[in-house]
């Protein structure tokens, strides 16, 4: 199967004259058996910096590495990847590179998922499509969809809506509607986390607030009874809020360049939870399972470091 959806995409790219040289490794296609203790890795923006941008942005590629092999290390039963996997969706030889900047993470055999962010539409849905599904086939080739993990449902979107189409985008909201409604009547299920590209709120000085997924996406999530925390990148930094009793976590620390956030009385948002200052840290976040809930560790790494640190933790409580 994989080596058919090879062939596609080889199609695809020799038409638009990005034809890669390999085929595209791919992560494991099934999660293993729920254990107490079990890890979520969730983690955004892994993408290298354009290189007609390399003059004025940050080129990170050794810190991109570093998150990688951090990851690696902590050999989680799933990741969480939030979008923007690479910078040129429509590039084989972009998506190649990935391919070997992930390598130590398909190398531990993870399982692993990914959501569709602006960057992996440059080239169009169908090329999009052909580059991310053969590499992700956890996805199961669905631009939304639901992953069971024990007690927890990990829900991803695809936020990008004129990548999408209306159409689309309407059969998206209508799912995801109905899946969180079935999530909460079902008393196997404990808790949900939500995640996709765009974040709704952000006090990036590079992209703004996101009225479509504020108006279409957050109240579904705010209404449902049992979702936790809803996961996104796009803005390179990080942020956490905390709002009616949910939890929203903007995390797209994987080494892409980083955004300045707005600080002190410029901020649209005064109600980030984490003190860090205007440029942060590298980032990802681990999800362990406890018998309350997912307690969540923020790790950090600082530009031209070598060493992590913690720089925010937070717990999600299991809803009954």
């Not at 079902?186 to 939500?194: A, F, H, K, S, Y």
């Not at 209404?223 to 929203?248: P, Q």
């Amino acid at each position: 199967m994989i080596r058919e959806a090879w062939l596609a995409c080889s199609l695809v790219l020799a038409a638009s004259g990005c034809a890669p040289t390999d085929p595209p490794a791919h992560f494991a296609s099934q999660l293993g058996p729920f254990h107490q203790g079990a890890r979520v890795v969730v983690v955004g923006d892994l993408q290298r910096t354009a290189p007609l941008l390399e003059l004025w942005r940050e080129k990170n590629d050794e810190e991109r590495a570093r998150v990688v092999s951090a990851i690696a290390e902590e050999r989680p039963d799933l990741l969480v990847i939030t979008g923007d996997c690479v910078f040129d969706g429509a590039s084989g030889a972009e998506w190649t590179a990935f391919d070997r900047l992930t390598a130590p993470l398909r190398a531990t055999g993870v399982p692993a998922v990914s959501a569709f962010g602006n960057h992996e539409y440059w080239g169009g849905r169908d090329e999009a499509d052909a580059h991310l599904f053969p590499r992700f086939p956890l996805d199961a080739g669905h631009h939304w969809l639901a992953i069971a993990f024990g007690p927890l449902r990990v829900v991803v979107l695809d936020s990008n809506v004129d990548g999408l189409g209306d159409a689309d985008w309407s059969s998206q909201l209508a799912w995801y509607g109905a899946a969180l409604r079935a999530f909460d009547a079902d008393p196997g299920v404990r808790g949900v986390l939500v995640a996709f590209h765009h974040a709704p709120q952000s006090n990036s000085t590079v992209t703004g607030d996101d009225p479509r997924v504020q108006r279409d996406l957050v109240p579904p999530f705010a209404r449902a009874r049992k979702t936790l925390a809803m996961l996104n990148g796009h803005v390179h930094s990080y942020e956490r809020f905390a709002r009616d009793g949910k939890t929203y976590v903007v995390s797209g620390g994987g080494g892409g360049p980083r955004a300045l956030l707005e600080t002190g009385a410029a901020r649209r948002h005064p109600d980030d939870l984490y003190d860090g200052p205007a440029l942060r840290d590298f980032n990802f976040t681990t999800y362990t399972f406890t018998e309350r809930g997912l307690s969540a560790v923020v790790r950090g790494l600082a530009r031209g470091a070598t060493t992590w640190t913690v720089i925010d933790g937070f717990d999600l409580a299991w809803v009954e």
